[in-house]
């Protein structure tokens, strides 16, 4: 069954946003290893190779992760890789998963690979950064540095006065995790949020790009949904602006429904159209993004049904 609440999505929105920003990503979180890259010569993300090099089921389900091959600074001519994962809840296994990454990763380039990490859980004392062991004097020992958003708990001021995009991002974050239970207060906060894009004197592209990931981590039910488009509306008006319309909105979750419809017919045939009729019901945007990514796992209808329903059904929890 749908719902009128939401669910609160972070992978997808780091993933893109990330994709969208890295170098940005990289000088907020890791100033250190940003420096030593040498921005001149590009990056370019390897996705598709991350997937056939760590595919494996007994890992489990892996989250915002990101392969990026770059250059280091000091005139040489080899490249290596940034492995970057973005963990928005905690995991037991995390620190082996980072390990068997970085190992399979090395082994399929035979490139030096580093791998970083972003936390967005909410326990405070969950810090993995390590993973080892030692057997008849053969001695493991991976170390991986790691970002905790919580931490910025501490540092709204900063955040605020920050310019680049992440402040926000990491703003919005942190607003959906502690407005899960109170989704009158997490309008208040979204609005609050989308006003300071426009008072930050950004440009259209970061101002649609910014919402986008705001609008995707904090949704509302319908009716704040409304509400919260209605305020904003009269805000763009009283700025002489008009960057991101619901209509443009919508357009997203249209494209997606016809996504979704081909995938159907082309993976299930006549038992998958009749299931569209279900998944049009659905307003969550990123909902449908994640019903269109399960297509290509679920093997049968009955198995992308339950995905689907078993995931409005943690909306609580989020």
């Not at 040498?38 to 890992?59: I, P, T």
């Not at 909410?122 to 919580?150: A, M």
């Not at 790009?209 to 509306?233: C, H, K, S």
């Not at 909105?249 to 494209?255: A, K, P, T």
Request: charged residues 25%; aromatic residues 12%.
């Amino acid at each position: 069954m749908t719902s009128n609440t939401p669910q609160t999505e972070y992978d997808s929105p780091w993933k893109q946003i990330l994709q969208l920003y890295f170098q940005d990503f990289m000088l907020f979180f890791f100033p250190q290893a940003h420096a030593q890259i040498d921005w001149s010569r590009g990056f370019e993300f390897l996705d598709k190779e991350l997937a056939q090099v760590v595919r494996d089921a007994e890992l489990g389900r892996r989250l915002a992760d990101k392969l990026v091959k770059v250059y280091r600074t000091g005139g040489e001519e080899s490249w290596i890789l940034a492995h970057i994962e973005v963990q928005s809840q905690e995991e037991t296994d995390f620190p082996r998963r980072m390990f068997v990454y970085n190992y399979r990763i090395f082994d399929r380039y035979n490139r030096s690979v580093a791998s970083l990490a972003v936390l967005g859980d909410e326990n405070t004392s969950w810090r993995p950064s390590h993973f080892g062991y030692e057997l008849f004097g053969c001695k493991v020992d991976f170390q991986f540095p790691i970002i905790k958003l919580i931490d910025y708990k501490q540092r709204q001021s900063e955040l605020e006065a920050n310019r680049n995009p992440f402040a926000t991002v990491v703003m919005a974050h942190l607003a959906a995790v502690q407005t899960r239970s109170d989704r009158s207060q997490r309008k208040q906060q979204k609005l609050a949020l989308v006003r300071r894009l426009y008072e930050q004197g950004l440009g259209r592209e970061d101002i649609i790009n910014l919402f986008g990931f705001i609008d995707w981590v904090m949704t509302l039910p319908a009716q704040l949904e409304a509400e919260f488009w209605q305020e904003y509306r009269d805000f763009e008006a009283s700025k002489s602006m008009q960057y991101v319309t619901s209509v443009e909105r919508n357009g997203i979750r249209q494209g997606l429904l016809k996504g979704i419809a081909l995938g159907l017919k082309l993976k299930f045939g006549s038992p998958g159209q009749d299931l569209l009729s279900e998944i049009e019901q659905i307003e969550d945007v990123s909902l449908l993004e994640s019903i269109l990514e399960a297509i290509d796992t679920a093997n049968t209808v009955d198995e992308l049904r339950s995905f689907y329903e078993s995931a409005n059904d943690t909306q609580q929890e989020n």
